[in-house]
């Protein structure tokens, strides 16, 4: 088995740049387009434990910020569990992380993001 614990240096800057974009909208009051930033960083993020926790946190002060009680308590079983499962390799990719996914749902990765991926030489899971 392996143990996913650190993401890998070519992903970084792109994680890092969906939260930047995130961070740009939501002060803008955009919170749709903050929101799929935020999907978009969990995507990327999803199989390294920090990482994915640190989505799922942002995700949480996301539904307190808009007062989303189902997106709140989503985020919580979430933020608890998912760095857990990533560092064991077993997340559902493509996943998007909000509460109106079921957690353990595999989803299509967008054509961009395996772009990301493709050029970051890195596969989804690893």
Excluded: C
Excluded at 18 to 42: C, N, P, S, T, V
Excluded at 80 to 103: C, H, M, R
């Amino acid at each position: 088995m392996r143990f996913y614990t650190r993401m890998p240096k070519e992903l970084v800057p792109y994680f890092d740049k969906e939260l930047e974009d995130y961070k740009i909208h939501f002060k803008a009051g955009q919170l749709q387009m903050a929101w799929r930033h935020l999907e978009r960083a969990h995507i990327i993020g999803q199989a390294y434990p920090f990482h994915h926790s640190y989505v799922h946190w942002k995700m949480l002060l996301f539904g307190i910020h808009i007062k989303d009680t189902g997106e709140v308590i989503g985020q919580i079983p979430r933020l608890l569990i998912g760095g857990v499962k990533s560092f064991v390799g077993k997340i559902p990719v493509g996943n998007t992380g909000g509460a109106d996914v079921p957690p353990l749902k595999p989803l299509p990765i967008s054509e961009d993001l395996l772009e990301v991926f493709k050029k970051s030489g890195v596969r989804p899971i690893e």
